[in-house]
């Protein structure tokens, strides 16, 4: 067959909008036909029709606490100074929370405002105004009375108020079906053995949990191969039990791409590309009446279609609409360049620095599901923007709480796998609170608390003439700054080899091989320099290594760099090494501190800090990454 490789590039509010019309043309918004349930199994349901109590709550007049119930007028003119007695008898009873009330009385007096004098005679010292202490007939629900209107997500306390006026079933609209198809030959279910080009299939996983979490009902299918009649079948069976139909992979314009072609030959596309990055190949289409869309095959491009133009559909078909998320304005961290005419969607990593909540941009690529994991919310660049400098205010989409996020120690510069365990600790005793580390290298660091845009900075900058560690550094960059300089760990840095060391790889030296390619770290990285220092010290110009352009900004990067065997040595931590079973060439032995702000001193942002790194807990699991010493962690080594 032919294929379509023309991808559009229609504005995003266009595409969400003309679809939602499309498909209420079509009759694919109307909610199905309203099924009966139990109240107590309705939670999270919406209401076919409005909720009408059959009787009224409470439906006698009940005493609100435990005492006497009397008649009001009984109790007139008593007081401090003149203590009236009553006696039990025809209009004087006691009484307990939840009791009728007894003919003839219109109070009730609580148990702690009466004194018993006798047996059955008490005084009080204050009279009791009419209908005190009394929930009277229909004072919760009165019968004939609306307890909930139609279209409304059921909670667990409307539950109970319907069950309180006499209500056990109500009618509630039925969770849509939604059809999840995987498409790929390269697909394996999760657990399955891999071999070189397998991908572990994993997204309708995500789907449906999504699906069910706005209130749909996900049906998966088993993976379907790249063959075109195969997956024609598949879609028909799909239609035929499902209310929505996603087809995830195969939206694209390669040779096996054909979600589009099939759409278009079974129904009608919408449109195949939207103008969003990421997330542009999805499809948008409608076959046999019903919502039909192809979800590209990356895990973020795939979450962002999801939420983008398949949550409002699931939304409608229950007739409620999705929830605005909460949004606050941020402080960009750093510049955000993005192209003209594509509408780009940016995780960030959030955290409140003094009064402003910043915002640093983690990894924009669409096949990067740790940085949903990994992200506190979402940018959104106008289509019409290049981006936002740094410094730059704008609102970005929370997808944690704002309490969260304001409890979050924000941690800027260098990386090091102890800060992934200290924020794991972090976690532990303190649950209400968390670490967001962002990787820009020491020298970012540093530059972001200049800027007052962390709580702190991890870095390790060797000093080439003292020898010392970061001091130097903070005394050019932060003159003015009372800081104090904390030690996490002292670490082995080296060469990151493949393991058994096949190139023979000695030292520094051997960079300079013409049959060796290389795996940088990122500028300002304090990696980076020490390379550099090295080099110098070699007399070797970094321009002749092959592969000194291209950049990394974590260690653990550097090590998948290697072990995928796209390069075959990057200099970074023993740790690194070990967590992917590579060898390691040692060149030194590195001091790794936090440069802190004296105003963040004695926060919680930092006590609790302190509290981790000196938990024996935390010491075992770094000294076992291999590669640390921890003799000064937590020791001051410098104070300006």
Same mark, same amino acid.
């Given at each position: ?58 439906? &006698? ?47 009730? *007096? ?43 997500? $059921? ?7 319907? $069950? ?29 053995? $891999? ?9 309708? /996983?995500? %789907? ?8 749909? !009902? ?21 239609? #035929? =039990? ?7 992979? =195969?939206?694209?314009? =390669? ?14 596309? &919408? ?37 983008? %133009? ?46 402003? *909540? ?8 669409? =096949? ?30 929370? !997808? ?17 796998? #102890? ?53 130097? &550094?903070?005394?050019? $960059? ?40 290389? *795996? ?27 592969? &000194? ?6 260690? !653990?990067?550097? #090590? #998948? ?34 440069? *802190? ?17 000196? !938990? ?14 921890? /003799? ?9």
């Amino acid at each position: 067959m032919k294929r379509d490789v023309y991808l559009s590039d229609r504005p995003l509010e266009e595409a969400q909008t003309g679809y939602m019309e499309l498909l209420q043309r079509a009759g694919a918004m109307n909610p199905g036909r309203p099924e009966l349930v139990e109240v107590e199994k309705a939670s999270g349901r919406i209401t076919a029709a409005p909720v009408y109590a059959r009787v009224s709550s409470p439906h &006698y007049n009940a005493s609100a606490m435990d005492g006497v119930a009397v008649r009001s007028m009984d109790t007139f003119g008593a007081s401090e100074t003149s203590p009236k007695k009553l006696t039990l008898g025809e209009f004087v009873h006691m009484v307990d929370t939840g009791d009728p009330l007894p003919p003839g009385c219109d109070a009730v *007096i609580m148990i702690e405002d009466i004194h018993f004098v006798a047996e059955e005679e008490f005084e009080i010292i204050a009279a009791a105004s009419p209908w005190q202490h009394i929930r009277v007939i229909g004072e919760d629900v009165v019968a004939t009375e609306m307890i909930l209107p139609g279209n409304h997500r $059921l909670r667990p306390v409307d539950l109970g108020g319907i $069950l309180a006026g006499g209500v056990t079933e109500i009618y509630v609209y039925p969770r849509p079906r939604v059809a999840l198809l995987p498409t790929g030959s390269e697909l394996v279910q999760p657990g399955a053995g $891999l071999k070189e080009g397998d991908i572990i299939e994993y997204n309708t /996983r995500v %789907f449906g949990a999504l699906v069910e979490e706005w209130g749909g !009902m996900p049906i998966r299918y088993e993976i379907t191969v790249d063959d075109y009649n195969l997956l024609r079948e598949r879609l028909k069976s799909a239609l #035929a =039990g499902a209310d929505v139909v996603l087809i995830n992979a =195969g939206s694209s314009a =390669g040779r096996e791409d054909y979600t589009a072609a099939l759409i278009a030959e079974m129904g009608e596309v &919408y449109t195949h590309g939207v103008a969003i990055k990421p997330g542009k190949p999805v499809i948008l289409g409608l076959v046999d009446g019903k919502p039909v869309v192809g979800v590209p095959g990356y895990p973020v491009s795939a979450v962002l279609g999801m939420d983008l %133009f398949v949550r409002p559909v699931v939304y409608r078909k229950l007739g409620s609409v999705p929830p605005v998320r909460p949004r606050v304005d941020c402080f960009m961290s750093r510049k955000i360049v993005s192209p003209m005419g594509v509408e780009e969607f940016v995780r960030v990593k959030l955290g409140r620095v003094g009064e402003k *909540i910043i915002a640093t941009p983690i990894s924009r690529g669409a =096949g990067v599901i740790m940085s949903m994991i990994r992200a506190d919310g979402m940018l959104r660049v106008p289509r019409l923007s290049e981006g936002y400098n740094a410094g730059a205010t704008a609102p970005v989409e929370l !997808m944690r709480s704002i309490e969260e996020i304001r409890e979050t120690t924000v941690v800027i510069g260098s990386h090091d796998i #102890a800060l992934d365990v200290l924020a794991n600790y972090l976690r532990k005793i303190h649950p209400e609170a968390s670490l967001s580390s962002a990787h820009v290298g020491s020298l970012g660091g540093l530059s972001a608390l200049k800027r007052g845009e962390a709580h702190c900075a991890g870095t390790h900058l060797l000093d080439e003439e003292t020898g010392d560690y970061n001091v130097s &550094y903070i005394k050019r $960059l932060l003159p003015d700054r009372g800081i104090v300089l904390l030690n996490l760990v002292y670490r082995e840095q080296g060469l990151i080899v493949a393991e058994g060391n096949p190139k023979g790889i000695t030292g520094v030296g051997d960079l300079a091989r013409p049959d060796m390619s290389y *795996i940088n770290r990122q500028r300002g990285a304090g990696t980076r320099i020490l390379l550099d220092f090295k080099l110098k010290e070699a007399g070797i110009v970094p321009s002749i290594i092959n592969g &000194y352009q291209r950049e990394e900004y974590t260690h !653990m990067a550097v #090590a #998948a760099a290697v072990a995928s065997g796209s390069a075959d040595a990057g200099m970074g931590i023993r740790a690194a090494a070990k967590a992917l079973g590579l060898d390691f060439v040692s060149v030194v032995e590195e001091r790794y501190d936090l440069c *802190i702000p004296r105003e963040y001193w004695d926060t919680p942002y930092v006590t609790r800090l302190l509290e981790v790194l000196k !938990m024996p807990e935390f010491r075992e699991e770094v000294l076992s990454l291999g590669g640390y010493d921890l /003799r000064d962690c937590s020791k001051i080594m410098w104070e300006s």
